[in-house]
């Protein structure tokens, strides 16, 4: 089984109607788990009703929580998500939690040198003490490690800086059609999706990058070939999770050296069926996982 490792928030989205389990590294190796690998989260959460019920989420879901922190002075991260009269959310995402946090602990770099994978993001590198630790984190993997950046650019949480010194860390990037012109204006890069997407590979060296288009479909690019693939139509009920679950299905792909049409082609699947369901980690069906 390969090793893979998601390092970042670790969150609760509260919704008017109810909270939902969140963190775009902690969905990750949830889906991670379900399609084969050994998977772990390092992270922080509060001695608090949400904190236990994370833990507790993740063990449901079989991710292996002993890198995941306990704080004794900051809260579980949460997400408060108000509606406006015409449903459209707005969102807090509180600062100062526990996932802002992170401690680096012996137990994370020994986990760090066996990784096979790690999936990080800028959301959870916006406070300087996790940002130090994620850092690190990445610097202790191996040579062979694959190590996913998936950019999750949210509100004013990111800079020129975070992604320029994550791009520098990763040999994998995902990212989606708002968050390319962002990159390409940082670096300089013109011309088409892929032309651009082909820069950003040269000049950070990257092993392998996906553009998503929502239902248009997705980009995979490494140095030597391309693919493009639509994901199934679906009646969507929300988008939530969809993009964690496309990013676990393109790296366990990758890591079983599966044609890159494949991988495309699964992750496009999953990230549909996700769309279809309530909250952002259902239960796969075996069709999904094999």
Known sequence: MFKVCGVGEVLWDAFPDGEKFGGAPANFTCHSHSLGAETYVASCIGKDRRGAMAREFLDNHGVNTSCLADSDTHETGVVIVALDDAGKPEYEI?????????????????????????????????????????????????????????????QHFYDDEVIGCSLESANVLKLNDEELPIVAEMIGAEGSDEEIVRTIIRQFDLKLVALTLGPKGALMVTPEESNFAVPP????????????????????????????????EAANRLAAYVCTQHGAVPRLPESLTA
């Open 233 to 264: 139509a679906t009646d969507v009920i929300n988008t939530v999770g969809a993009g964690d679950s496309f990013t676990a299905a393109m790296i366990m792909g990758f890591l079983n050296n599966k044609p890159l049409d494949q991988i495309n």
């Open 94 to 154: 509180k600062e100062g939690v526990a996932w802002d946090n992170i401690p680096l602990t012996r137990e994370m770099k020994a986990l760090a040198a066996q990784l096979d994978a790690v999936c990080f993001g800028s959301l959870s590198q916006r406070n300087e003490v996790s940002r130090g630790t994620i850092r690190e984190f990445l610097a202790a993997t191996g040579p062979d490690c694959l190590r996913a950046f998936d950019i999750n650019i949210r």
